[in-house]
């Protein structure tokens, strides 16, 4: 099984930016589907971005296409989330996750495999 480990998070403020990473450890992480997520307290986890294995299929929530990019690099077995002109409703919790299929999923129940997560606030 796959195990993720984010970085990246951090303090930035209002259309600034962020890479967030997403290394996978074991596993097949190089077949798998892999997705960002976010969670703000007291709210569900939200899906933000997902790549299909070989990064040619992308999907974006309505409320980051065009500020955000995810993109892969297998050699490196690492995922990146690249984060531009970020609005304080970007703060939240983000999660990456892998999915063991080949169809690209964004509902997390379609995710197998989850990281610890890393914070993200923007201020205004």
């Known amino acids: 099984q796959v195990e993720l480990v984010e970085s990246g998070g951090g303090f930035v403020q209002a259309g600034g930016s962020l890479r967030l990473s997403c290394a996978a450890s074991g596993g097949t992480f190089r077949t798998s589907v892999m997705g960002w997520f976010r969670q703000t307290t007291g709210k569900e986890r939200e899906f933000v971005a997902a790549i299909s294995w070989t990064g040619g299929t992308r999907y974006y929530a309505d409320t980051v296409r065009g500020r955000f990019t995810i993109s892969r690099d297998n050699a490196k077995n690492t995922v990146y989330l690249q984060m531009n002109s970020l609005k304080p409703g970007d703060t939240a919790v983000y999660f990456c996750?892998?999915?063991?299929?080949?169809?690209?999923?964004?509902?997390?129940?379609?995710?197998?495999?989850w990281g610890q997560g890393t914070q993200v606030t923007v201020s205004s």
């Open positions: 996750a892998a999915r063991a299929a080949v169809r690209v999923a964004t509902a997390p129940r379609d995710y197998e495999t």
